[in-house]
């Protein structure tokens, strides 16, 4: 089993623990606010079986069929989580409207604010584990379901508040007011992971960051060569597909230009170990005198 497998099934559990404690923290108090907030949470559950399975198909190696390999479902289960806290927003913004509508009495409060508040740093110190450990495997997966967690985390804190000041001001119609505001921020993050994991199913390019230490790399490593041109960049989850025309001198034998590429290769792996990279091989004549020029 990966880490990253094993990060993914961790989410799960995690997931599992922190619903079990909103659930029974809700129904000590019957507040909407921290019903809302146990809604999100079956959500992070349901995201967290869809990462685990997209983690595990983007792991199978290429086929016949997908010769590129799987690395693209990572992306679907981000795109699917964006949609799900969407979803979960809509339906807490509609128990905010209920609420409003007829304010509940709250029972027990601190009690249960005390529970919600348990899951609340469980939640926030899992989301830290998934965004830097997602981050440092390259898993879009993961880091989209730490950041999902990171509303979550929001989330109670917002609830907690708003509870308290509901009970100790007896405004009760605060609490489903600031169910609503959450709900509303809820659905502005799904939005925003919608649109980030969508563009990586487009075959967005790599960061400009990530651009410029390919083109250093190329630069420095071609030694032997005139140019690079035509440099093309996509991510699709851990992977970096990099390709390009790498221009030699007319005279340059085949074993020589092989070997260019080699050292090229050899060095952008070093800084991209999950890259794969298709270089073409021109004579001068071919040059653009355009691109990356090398030293």
Known sequence: MTNIVKIAVGS?????????LKLLAWWMTGSVALLSDALESTVNVATAIAALIAIRVAARPADASHPYGHHKAEFFSAVLEGVMIILA?????REAYLGFRTPPELDAPFPGLAV??????LNAIWCRVL???GGRL?????????????????TSGAV???????VTTGWTVLDPLLAGLVGLNILWTGWKLTASSLSGLMDEAVSDETLELIRDVISDRATGAIEAHDLRTRHAGRVTFIDFHLVVDGQTTVDDAHGICDRIEQSLLAKLPEAQITIHVEPEHMAKHSGVLVL
């Open 12 to 20: 799960i559990v995690v997931g599992f623990v922190v619903l079990a």
């Open 116 to 121: 919600n508040a348990v899951a609340g740093v």
């Open 89 to 93: 927003a809509l339906l807490i913004m």
């Open 138 to 154: 390259g898993s879009p997966a993961l880091v989209a379901d730490g950041r999902h967690l990171l509303t979550d985390v929001i």
């Open 131 to 133: 965004i830097s450990r």
């Open 160 to 166: 907690l508040l708003g509870v308290v000041l509901a």
